[in-house]
Nanobody, 125 residues
Framework: QVQLVESGGRLVQAGESLRLSCAAS????????MGWFRQAPGKEREFVAG????????RYADSVKGRFTISRDNAKNTVYLQMNSLKPEDTAVYYC??????????????????WGQGTQVTVSS
């Protein structure tokens, strides 16, 4: 069993930066890949970024590439999402997820088996 708790979401203005955190507990954090997803009102949940268990491999959605950075600190059992140059279209609930069956990240929601409760990010224009 893995417990994930996101934090850091809030209201910001377009162009500002924000860092989300996701604290994990319950199993060996360094043994599984992590991902960030988001869901805007009326839309399906979508992949944002993924990171391998070692942190050596990352992947991003085209919509955030160059603006967002995913990282992890295995000593602190935490994964981060640094979001720069935020846009109103980044407004969504952001979720972190763990892929306990593999150390490789994936863009597919169903490949992740544990999810946090989400944190709201709102970007005003």
């Amino acid at each position: 069993q893995v417990q994930l708790v996101e934090s850091g979401g809030r209201l910001v203005q377009a162009g500002e930066s924000l860092r989300l955190s996701c604290a994990a507990s319950g199993r060996t954090f360094s043994s599984y890949a992590m991902g960030w997803f988001r869901q805007a009102p009326g839309k399906e949940r979508e992949f944002v970024a993924g990171i391998s268990r070692s942190g050596g491999s990352t992947r991003y959605a085209d919509s955030v590439k160059g603006r967002f950075t995913i990282s992890r600190d295995n000593a602190k059992n935490t994964v981060y999402l640094q979001m720069n140059s935020l846009k109103p279209e980044d407004t969504a609930v952001y979720y972190c997820a763990s892929r306990s069956s593999s150390g490789l990240h994936s863009t597919t929601l169903s490949d992740y088996d544990y999810w946090g409760q989400g944190t709201q990010v709102t970007v005003s224009s």
